[in-house]
């Protein structure tokens, strides 16, 4: 009888770190899609004006039209996006809740190309163009932050497994 309430109370626990570490991966994806969906619009129209200062250090529209701000033809902004949506689904409850280790080595894997790609860009802004965007660097933010959390999590859930 012990041992049935210990299995229930460590599922239970289980549950509940899956819907903590989910639920932050979801917020964090989901402010990531809005702002990447705002750079990829601001790079397809000129209607959208990035509140963002365009002269000195802080320069939103220096770094967006750039030659760095489209790698071979696709704009970095919707490589954003690709990438939000990615780590959108990846942070369900039930990806994370799954035994598969593809899914939770891809996941790993993903956001490290993420915080990568962040490093990337943070070298282009500071020193290739003496330019830094604010939205950009939101991105940047909530990669770092989606890369912890997979990482923290992933740790956490596989430990538990073990």
Known sequence: ?????????NKFERKHKVRIISGIGILLSIIGLADTTY?????????????CPS????????VTSSTYSEIHGIPAAVL???FFSVMLIYQ?????STTNKFIRNTR?????AGLVSVFWFVYVELHKLDAICLYCTGVHIL?????VTTIIGTSIITAEKE
């Open 92 to 96: 369900l409850p039930m990806m994370w």
């Open 1 to 9: 009888m012990e041992k049935e309430t210990t299995n229930t109370q």
């Open 108 to 112: 790993v894997l993903y956001s490290i």
């Open 55 to 62: 002269t000195g250090i802080i320069n939103c529209q220096k």
């Open 80 to 82: 954003g996006l690709i």
């Open 143 to 147: 990669t770092f932050f989606l890369f």
């Open 39 to 51: 750079l990829t619009i601001a790079h397809y129209t000129t209607k959208v004006i990035l509140a």
